[in-house]
């Protein structure tokens, strides 16, 4: 079970240019999430999405598209890299919502990308 | 402005005693907490969570205390290990009724270190 799996894992990019970050679920979860984590920033939510099919801005969406076309796979692009937008990004997913979490289920984590734009 | 502070971006505590990792949130409407703990090189884990109708919850060695007139969480470990070193998120909940969605603000972190 390889749970929640980002590709790719490092990635440079230059000012302007254009590419797509995967992720890829297998626990079935209908929530897929996208965060960006910053150094004294936490995890900010760029783009959510509730099912296949559907998806929402979170705080932080200026820069980012996302698609969700299967249930298993949540896409995050960035049309037009800027230097702003270097940072380490983690897809997430879980089951309906966190009020699930009472039951024991949560959000669970990819292991990150790191992406730097010069 | 964070919604979720973890003022102590650090904290070092000797291997046997008690790490204290402090949350502090601005709206009163938030009705879940969550504390996720994240290693170097890969994604936040899920620790512990507490609903705002408890002001205590336990899971083994770790104890989260919510301070609801305080705006007030923390985190304790006891005794704490070396493998507890890493950095620790507070989150927090708010259930957005139109979409059913629990939108989560997360802190900063606090990173903590556990010495041998």
């Known amino acids: 079970n390889a749970g929640v799996t980002q590709t790719p894992k490092f990635r440079v990019l230059k000012t302007g240019q254009s590419m797509t970050l995967l992720c890829a679920q297998d626990?079935?979860?209908?929530?897929m999430y996208w965060y960006r984590q910053d150094p004294g920033m936490g995890l900010r939510l760029i783009h959510y999405?509730?099912?296949?099919?559907?998806?929402a801005k979170g705080e932080v969406p200026d820069g980012y598209n996302v698609s969700r076309l299967k249930k298993q796979n949540f896409l995050l692009g960035l049309e037009s890299a800027a230097p702003s937008q270097t940072s380490v990004y983690f897809c997430?997913?879980?089951?309906?919502?966190?009020?699930?979490?009472?039951?024991?289920?949560?959000?669970?984590f990819g292991e990150g990308s790191w992406l730097t734009v010069v | 402005d964070q919604q979720v502070k973890q003022n102590s971006p650090s904290l070092s505590v000797q291997e046997g005693r008690i790490s204290i990792l402090n949350c502090d949130y601005t709206?009163?409407?938030?009705?879940?907490f969550l504390w996720y703990k994240k290693y170097p090189a890969e994604g936040p884990t899920f620790l512990i969570s507490?609903?705002?109708?408890?002001d205590k919850n336990e899971d083994g060695r770790f104890t989260v205390f919510l301070n609801k007139s305080a705006k007030h969480l923390s985190l304790h470990i006891v005794p704490s290990q070396p493998g507890d070193s890493a950095v620790y998120f507070c989150?927090?909940?708010?259930?957005?009724?139109?979409?059913?969605?629990?939108?989560?603000?997360f802190g900063p972190g606090t990173s903590l270190s556990v010495i041998p």
């Open positions: 997430a997913s879980s089951y309906r919502g966190l009020r699930k979490v009472l039951n024991g289920n949560t959000i669970y």
């Open positions: 999405s509730v099912g296949e099919g559907t998806t």
């Open positions: 709206n009163s409407m938030f009705d879940y």
């Open positions: 989150a927090a909940s708010l259930l957005k009724m139109k979409t059913s969605y629990d939108k989560v603000i």
């Open positions: 507490i609903s705002s109708i408890k």
């Open positions: 626990m079935n979860h209908e929530y």
